[in-house]
């Protein structure tokens, strides 16, 4: 099973955090963006959006939360040691570069990783305890997909768990044009349970099970076979594949960090998940619009409820396919189930060629301006990143300008949407509802010379420090009158001493 390991990868990338050491090689540089955009992606998702991430479910009133802690070996060591484990945890410099990435340079996306896991943690718990797995594998889902349900690997390992088709499908993950089940939270983590605990059976070993869930079973008989039979994860850690090496100390850190949260100022943000989520099987086919429309419930939280349906279209069944709702939302489903497919074929028998025309997607052409990227392209269209980058071949989120994008929009819409191409960055964010940002500018005035600089969704006072030469936080703060405590939100700007 091919398994993307997502924060090895966000290493390869950031050799600024851990300079001191040179576990990581640069022919890993094609794997280079997959954690990142997995983090982007999750804080795109609806039920990110609506809700206040500035908030948090529980912090201290006085705390800083500019103030980053830092640790010695001695104490990290000590910490991990303590923790109960029924996996084996060992602290070395290995482990300790991971930790830098978890508590050093993406603490604010981190923590919303923590809001979502309020969420997805007691699921996994619940799950692994059926199949006797131990609770803190749950850890995986960090390092697999950053808690994205969606999340895709170069390789084409999928969903939450990161299972490659063949795996998928030996566990009863089916694909077909209509659904995924790898990315079906609560199957996928079934799938994830019984093949860790297959692997634990093989190796009678929980830290070796892990290496194997990365790498596959027989990359780990090969690496023991290599040393001369031993069966400890560190002494055949050097014939292992490259990525496997990070697997197991990127496992130990997203424990360790989640375990002393607290200790690294590190708290859950506020996400506006559904506190209950209940499932009900259909048998009939039903699109989301038609749930929606009846229910009214947001056509988008079921999208993200409900990531397994690619087509937001459930397919008849014989046996029934699961639809995860808000428990509030199962009793009205169940009562209404009925009307939604009465208003189905009563809609479509009266005026089929109105709503299959009304219906009807065609593609327009976009021209990439400089200050334009993926994210905004999709606000502006209406669509989502990952549609983009498929109807288009990228991998990634890197576009170029004056590159022409093929984009699916309702025929109806047809000629607003060819309108964008005319239209200034600023009516383009006006006209879907988005704050107006711009790029970096340089302006004089009588104090000399500044940067000013826009903040965008994700940034925090470290990042935009780390975009400049010689300024830090604490200029940031001085120049723009921030309290210790103030936060910074998408659209304040901030004046910038060029030095």
């Known amino acids: 099973m091919k398994i993307l390991h997502l924060l090895y990868i966000f290493l390869c ?41 500035y908030s948090y479910v529980s912090r201290p009133l006085d705390s800083d939360t500019s103030f980053v802690p830092e640790f010695s070996d001695e104490v990290y060591k000590s910490r991990i040691e303590s923790m109960q484990s029924v996996v084996p945890l060992v602290y070395n410099k290995h482990v300790r570069a991971y930790i830098n990435v978890y508590g050093f340079k993406y603490r604010e996306r981190v923590e919303i990783m923590m809001g979502l896991a309020e969420y997805y943690f007691p699921l996994f718990e619940q799950i692994f305890e059926q199949y006797d797995v131990p609770h803190e594998l749950k850890y995986l889902a960090i390092i697999e997909s950053a808690l994205n349900p ?30 995924d089940k790898r990315k079906d939270p609560i199957q996928s983590t079934h799938a994830a349970a019984q093949y860790l605990s297959q692997l634990h059976t093989m190796f009678d070993d929980w830290v070796l099970a892990l290496a194997a869930y990365n790498c ?19 002494d055949i850690y050097y014939h292992l594949p490259r990525e496997t090496r990070g697997y197991v100390p990127a496992y130990t850190a997203a424990f360790y960090i989640f375990e002393h949260h607290t200790e690294h100022n590190l708290y859950p943000r506020k996400v506006q998940y559904p506190p209950a989520v209940d499932t009900v099987m259909v048998k009939h086919a039903m699109n989301f619009s038609e749930i ?7 056509e988008k939280l079921l999208h ?15 046996y029934g396919m699961s639809l995860y709702l808000p428990v509030e939302y199962v009793v009205p489903f169940i009562h209404m189930q009925t009307s939604i497919i009465a208003y189905r074929d009563s809609v479509r028998i009266a005026d089929s060629i109105r709503i299959a025309q009304s219906n009807i997607k065609v593609p327009v052409n976009y021209t990439v301006k400089a200050g334009d990227n993926l994210g905004f392209i999709a606000e502006w269209f209406d669509v989502y990143v990952s549609q983009l980058r498929s109807w288009n071949g990228i991998r990634g989120n890197t576009i170029r300008v ?9 025929e109806s ?20 509802g988005q704050v107006v940002t711009h790029q970096a500018t340089r302006s004089t005035n009588k ?11 994700g940034d925090t006072l470290w990042d935009i420090a780390q975009k400049y030469n010689d300024v830090s936080i604490t200029d940031l703060r001085r120049l723009n009158n921030l309290a210790h405590n103030a936060k910074i939100h998408p659209g304040m700007v901030l004046k910038i001493k060029n030095i």
């Open 150 to 179: 969606r999340a895709r690997s170069w390789a084409g390992a999928t969903g939450l768990w990161q299972f490659m088709p063949a795996t998928g499908r030996m566990f009863g993950l089916s694909v077909s044009s209509y659904i």
């Open 447 to 457: 104090d000399g010379e500044y940067t000013y600089y826009t903040v965008r969704s």
């Open 292 to 298: 929606s429309l009846i229910l009214d419930i947001p």
């Open 216 to 234: 596959g079973p027989g990359n780990v008989r090969k690496a023991i076979a290599r040393s001369g039979g031993k069966r400890d994860f560190w």
């Open 402 to 410: 004056g590159q022409n994008l093929q984009i699916y929009v309702l």
């Open 13 to 53: 990338i950031s050799p600024g955090l851990i300079a001191q050491d040179t576990l990581f090689s640069n022919e890993d540089t094609t794997l280079a963006s997959q954690f990142d955009e997995n983090l982007d992606e999750i804080i795109n998702l609806w039920y990110v959006k609506q809700s206040d991430v």
């Open 304 to 318: 993200d409820l409900n990531p397994q349906y690619k087509l937001d279209y459930i397919p008849p069944s014989q």
């Open 413 to 432: 819409k047809k000629d607003y949407y060819e309108g964008l191409n005319s239209m200034s960055f600023a009516q383009k964010q006006r006209a879907s």
